[in-house]
């Protein structure tokens, strides 16, 4: 599994039960290149270049069913922020991109 222990000595998590738990394991395993990268695509850009990303996310987590609290929580987090139909795991990542394009962003500094 992408985001558990390796070492077959430590205990695998418990799976995440809300949005900000799945975005803040995958924030620590990305590297800062891809966050860097990610930081500064477009909306669209996203969409297009982390379909994998994507369903490592669904297979990973049990979505959008196996694992029906996170899926609750993903849906009442995008209902209010008026993303309805958004599928889960591209509200993680469009949460992740978010979060990445304030603090990883790349500027001109003069």
């Known amino acids: 599994m992408m985001f558990q222990p390796i070492d077959k000595e430590i205990e695998p998590l418990e799976?995440?039960?809300s949005m900000g738990?799945?975005?803040?394991?995958?924030?620590n395993d990305l590297s800062?290149?891809?966050k860097v990268v990610?930081?500064?695509?477009?909306?669209?850009?996203?969409h297009a270049v982390y379909p994998?990303?994507?369903q490592a996310i669904r297979n990973e987590?049990?979505?959008p069913g196996r694992n029906r609290q996170l899926t609750a929580s993903i849906r009442r987090l995008s209902r209010e922020n008026g993303h309805m139909?958004?599928?889960p795991a591209m509200a993680i990542l469009q949460e992740i991109w978010k979060r990445v394009k304030k603090t990883h962003m790349l500027r001109v500094v003069k």
């Open 15 to 17: 799976p995440p039960h």
């Open 21 to 27: 738990e799945v975005v803040e394991r995958i924030l």
């Open 32 to 34: 800062l290149r891809d």
């Open 38 to 46: 990610m930081a500064n695509l477009t909306r669209s850009e996203l």
């Open 52 to 54: 994998e990303l994507a």
């Open 61 to 63: 987590f049990g979505l």
């Open 85 to 87: 139909d958004e599928e």
